[in-house]
Structures are given as C-alpha cells and as structure tokens.
Nanobody, 132 residues
C-alpha cells in the first residue's frame, strides 16, 4: 500500500518560514516524480513544485520562485518544501503527490507532473496559514 505522509504545516506570520516534509512508503523514488500541490479556499488545486528524485530536475510555479525550495532525501524516501517569505496568498492546504514517470525524460515529466494530470497518489493535506 502506498502512503504519502505530509507534515510541517502550521500558522506563521507573513514573512516567516515553514518546512513541509513528505515521506513516501510503498513506492520507489526511482519510478516517480514527487511534488507539492496546494488548494486555497474556493480556488482550484495548483502545482507548487515538483522534483525528479533521481537526477534532481525541479519545477516551480511562478508564484513561488525564489521563495520556495524543493529537495529530496532519497535515503529517507522523503521530499521537503522549504517555504520562505510566506505571504497571505500562500495560505492553503498543501498536498504531497507522486506521479509515475514511465521512463519519460526528466525535464519533460517534472513539468507535466506539476500540471496535476494523471497523479497516481495523493497524500492527505497539511494546512499552512499565513497571517498578515
């Protein structure tokens, strides 16, 4: 059984930082693109950042470039999202996701996975609230 366990959400003041973690069990990082999505109230779910664990290709949404950093610890089957300079617009439920890469080129699949189509596994969300 595949499980994606996310943690690290919370309440933070604008300008502050949080680090989210997602530990995967039941799947091998070699075969998947891993990523973070978020959904704010009354808005559609959007891809925030994705990473190809083997190789390290990354993708960031324009709205978080320069503020968020995705990373991976392959030994722990865990990805992280370091979020700095948080703003009220970042308030959302954040979800960890895994998308099987099927051998596609890393520079292609890291972007396509973050579009959110065909995600194989979703974790339960973790709430991030940024107070202004």
């Amino acid at each position: 059984e595949v499980q994606l366990q996310a943690s690290g959400g919370g309440l933070v003041q604008a300008g502050g930082s949080l680090r989210l973690a997602c530990t995967a069990s039941g799947l091998g990082f070699d075969d998947y693109v891993m990523g973070w999505f978020r959904q704010a109230p009354e808005k559609a779910r959007e891809g925030v950042s994705c990473i190809v664990p083997v190789g390290g290709n990354t993708y960031y949404a324009e709205s978080v470039k320069g503020r968020f950093t995705i990373s991976v610890d392959n030994a722990k089957n865990t990805i992280y999202l370091q979020m700095n300079d948080l703003q009220s617009k970042d308030t959302a439920v954040y979800y960890c996701a895994a998308d099987r890469n099927w051998g596609r080129p890393a520079h292609v699949v890291v972007v396509s996975s973050c579009m959110g189509y065909g995600i194989d596994y979703w974790g339960k969300g973790t709430l991030v609230t940024v107070s202004s």
